[in-house]
């Protein structure tokens, strides 16, 4: 995942709180990685397309941006 082009959530907040995810997946083989914005280097979570989608989706994502 080092090689991977990075970009910060347009749910992030002004904050200090964001996230940031990769596109570079999805197309190939359907997954979503993010990562802390502050801790690049440190752990990563992938989601499948689909769940990323229906977690934005939820609003519930709007809890962690607040």
């Given at each position: 995942m080092s090689n991977l082009n990075w970009r910060k959530?347009?749910?992030?907040?002004?904050?200090?709180?964001?996230?940031?995810?990769?596109d570079d997946l999805i197309k190939s083989d359907g997954l979503v990685p993010v990562r802390d914005s502050k801790n690049p280097g440190g752990p990563k979570?992938?989601?499948?397309?689909?769940?990323w989608s229906a977690f934005i989706q939820s609003g519930y994502a709007r809890e962690f941006a607040a």
């Open positions: 959530s347009s749910y992030s907040g002004n904050g200090h709180e964001c996230v940031e995810v990769s979570a992938v989601f499948s397309e689909t769940a």
